[in-house]
């Protein structure tokens, strides 16, 4: 079997074996791993992201975006066996506050479990990350778990100049980070710094490890106009090129997207807020609509939590098999392929297989 | 006095004897469709009324399916909150009509049975409903009873000691499949392009109904027809909401019970938690915890209460929980889990008047008579006092004859 999920088995039967084998409680998406690789070898964490906690007035907070963490957290703790950890990918805030920081860390305190936090522009650009950094400490770290080396990175530094020098107010600075299709943006980079400090973070780590980064922005040019992109991200792969086994999680795109490059697979995480429609890049033909400046509505603009979800991703043998667990949707799930030697949507890759749109009245 | 729906049964019936003529489809209804291995005929959707009233099919002898879907109730048990099987004992769901239930492309409040066939073979050998360990002293007595055995002789061309459970869901199922209603004062508005057969009142509800109600996104009206679902699950804030804080814990339970052998039908009818987990307790998908089918509208006001679990007792009580966003009362808290769908409406207290006489209109002729001896429409459009509501709720609980999942 080229990935440990399959999701051809049939369930009862599945759930039949593993009550009989578990003493603790079950829930089958996380439960896979444990029946088809060793124990030893393999775990699972949850990866909540993008959740936007936006603050109207006082204690006035959005409500759907509030609703939309609220859900991720309650259904992460229904995860039986319990995830080894939670990585919150960033953006938890909207527009940096500290009421909004303070609203979303009192949110997700309810998630049980240990929490590792990556860093997203919107919690940046305000104070450049300095509440973030007092609630949720470094914002760039590495630790190791079971096997597997884990790096976090502050990806969405930019230029010292568009950072210090031009804007009359951090307000200002923070709200023209936020928009899209914004002239007056800036691309997101890692930093000369922060590269010094991951080659020498790596050097301590031997070649056959497996290497899990995540990073707010994608580790790689996907669409400036909407910064899912990251300036110096050919550098930051050449530091992890060496290795045998490496992935990259990222948020900020609202999307699933995957990739590989080189030895580094890439996937990407739902947003908990809203989604981003893929960008006409994309399609790589003219397509002729309309430029699209706001923010997108639903997918089905009733279900407000439509298109958007969390993760939980299964590791085994250093690869991951990322279960996304969609609102209204079915659950997908992309797994890496040993035998492709890329990652591959499991449910989805011929087009006869695929999703059809949504129709609604 | 005789059912009202027998006419429309009868009308049905007329037509199948004369196949050439189209009988007349009600306005405001699509097609039914009719699976190809099991056609409708005079004779088996007789017999399948015959099965759907006979009472020995229970360990008591004194219920039938007929009990909670009563002709003369609109086809359920109104006004009880939730279903009296066996021994008066109570399951935890209120029971839906079986009016229309043949346009559903899943069965009962959770969708646990996939066609109207299966769904009927359920509530016979459960112990909170007809309460028989099996389904043979059903097939005894339709292989015995001198009646029976004409009537499956003549409808499936089988011998008695051939007759299985097969052959009873199916008439059973004919059966339910002509108990169909439309022609709905709004039905001869909207299409028949009656301009006077509703009220300016119940026009202005319509619109609160397609606009600022949302109500459509779920109660899907067509371009030719309105059936008022859309055939999917929801988490509204009904029931999960008072088992917001054992969620938790006992979710995973149930799914390991689940997964030892439990029998979801005898548990979600049996116990009150593994009820309010909705379509998570069929599917275990995260995505459906306390998510119910959305219900047709049709006939609405002679099938209170309202509700799965029967917890909402008049249409204005309905109305006020989903203007609330999801909360029954204002200072509820919101559950986790809420649908995507559900937020606060602000209607004024106009707007939701005129809602509740937009469903009001909804009333087939043939339950008009019921609606009628209901007495004074505003009933409908009475808000139960909060203390009401509570207290309900906590008896929904204390009635549970079951303490955990697995032990009926």
Redesign the interface.
């Known amino acids: 079997m080229s990935h440990p999920i399959n999701r051809g088995f049939d369930?009862?039967q599945f759930?039949?074996n593993?009550?009989?084998t578990l003493a603790g409680?079950?829930?089958?998406?996380t439960m896979v791993e444990l029946a088809f690789a060793k124990s030893s070898d393999s775990f699972n964490f949850a990866y909540i992201s993008d959740s936007h906690i936006q603050q109207i007035k006082g204690n006035s907070f959005v409500?759907?975006w509030d609703?939309g963490l609220?859900?991720a957290?309650?259904?992460t703790?229904?995860l039986?066996p319990r995830p080894d950890f939670i990585i919150f990918g960033g953006d938890l805030a909207q527009m940096g506050s500290k009421p909004e920081l303070d609203h979303g860390a009192e949110l997700l305190s309810k998630l049980n479990g240990k929490v590792y936090h990556v860093m997203g522009e919107h919690d940046y650009y305000l104070d450049l990350g300095e509440y973030w950094s007092k609630l949720f400490g470094k914002q760039y770290y590495s630790f190791d778990h079971k096997g597997v080396h884990f790096v976090v990175l502050n990806s969405i530094l930019t230029y010292d100049d568009w950072t210090f020098n031009r804007w009359p107010t951090a307000q200002q600075r923070m709200a023209e980070m936020a928009g899209l299709d914004n002239p007056n943006g800036s691309p997101f980079m890692v930093g000369d710094k922060q590269r010094d400090w991951l080659k020498k973070d790596l050097a301590k780590v031997k070649k056959d490890t497996p290497v899990i980064v995540f990073s707010h922005s994608p580790l790689q040019k996907i669409y400036k106009g909407w910064n899912f992109w990251t300036e110096d991200a050919e550098a930051v792969q050449a530091l992890l090129a060496p290795f045998d086994k490496v992935t990259v999680f990222y948020g900020h795109v609202h999307q699933i997207q995957y990739n590989q490059i080189g030895n580094i697979a890439f996937t990407s995480a739902m947003a908990t807020a809203w989604p981003w429609p893929y960008p006409q890049a994309y399609a790589q033909a003219q397509q002729l609509l309309p430029k699209l400046t706001v923010q997108m509505n639903?997918a089905d603009p009733?279900?407000?939590?439509?298109a958007t979800g969390w993760q939980c991703i299964d590791i085994a043998t250093g690869r991951a098999s990322v279960n996304f667990?969609?609102?209204?949707?079915a659950?997908r799930t992309v797994a890496y392929d040993a035998q492709a030697g890329h990652p591959k949507d499991v449910g989805y890759q011929l087009d006869e297989k695929r999703i059809p749109p949504q129709i609604?009245? | 006095m005789a059912p009202p729906i027998h006419t429309m049964l009868a009308a049905a019936c007329i037509g199948f004897a004369a196949p050439a003529a189209v009988h007349a489809q009600p306005l405001g209804l699509p097609p039914l469709h009719i699976p190809a291995d099991n056609p409708q005929t005079p004779d088996k959707i007789k017999l399948g009324d015959k099965l759907f009233n006979d009472k020995r099919f229970s360990s008591t002898g004194l219920i039938s399916c007929a009990t909670c879907h009563d002709p003369n109730k609109a086809f359920t048990d109104s006004p009880l909150v939730t279903s009296k099987g066996i021994k008066d004992l109570t399951g935890t769901r209120n029971a839906p009509t079986v009016v229309n239930a043949a346009y559903f492309s899943l069965f009962f409040w959770d969708g646990r049975s996939p066609t109207i066939e299966d769904q009927a073979q359920h509530p016979i050998i459960n112990p909170v409903e007809m309460g028989l360990s099996n389904h043979d002293p059903v097939l005894q007595i339709v292989r015995i009873d001198p009646e029976y055995v004409n009537a499956f002789r003549t409808v499936f061309k089988t011998e008695p000691a051939q007759v299985t459970m097969k052959e009873v869901q199916k008439a059973i199922a004919s059966f339910e499949r002509t108990i169909i209603s439309g022609d709905s004062p709004f039905d001869r508005w909207y299409f028949g392009k009656d301009k006077t057969a509703i009220n300016a009142q119940a026009q202005r509800g319509f619109d609160v109904f397609l606009n600022k109600g949302?109500c459509?996104?779920c109660h899907?009206?067509?371009n030719d027809q309105a059936l008022f679902t859309d055939n999917r699950f929801h988490n509204i804030g009904v029931g999960i909401n008072r088992i917001q804080n054992e969620?938790?814990d006992f979710?995973?339970?149930f799914?390991?019970a689940?997964?030892?052998?439990v029998d979801v039908d005898k548990a979600v009818l049996s116990n009150p938690k593994a009820s309010e987990l909705g379509r998570f307790a069929v599917t275990?998908?995260?995505?459906e915890?306390g998510s119910f089918k959305t219900s047709t509208l049709r006939n609405v006001s002679v099938t209170a209460p309202f509700m799965h679990d029967g917890s909402l007792k008049t249409l204005r009580d309905v109305v006020e929980h989903y203007n609330n966003g999801g909360i029954t009362n204002k200072t509820d808290k919101?559950n986790?889990?809420?649908?995507?769908?559900i937020?606060?409406l602000n209607l004024t207290e106009e707007e939701m008047s005129d809602l509740v006489a937009f469903l009001e209109t909804l009333t087939s002729p043939q339950f008009a008579a019921q609606r009628a001896a209901m007495g004074t429409a505003p009933a409908c459009n009475v808000k139960t006092p909060a203390s009401l509501v509570a207290a309900a709720a906590a008896r929904t609980v204390e009635h549970s004859p079951i303490k955990t999942a697995g032990q009926p």
Do not use: C, M, W
């Open positions: 369930r009862r759930l039949k593993a009550s009989l409680t079950a829930l089958p998406i409500r759907n609703r609220l859900r957290v309650a259904e703790n229904l039986a639903r009733f279900f407000e939590r439509d667990n969609l609102y209204n949707n659950t609604h009245y | 949302r459509v996104s899907v009206i067509e969620v938790q979710a995973p339970k799914l390991q689940k997964g030892s052998g275990d998908s995260l995505d915890l919101v986790d889990f809420l649908s995507g769908g937020r606060p």
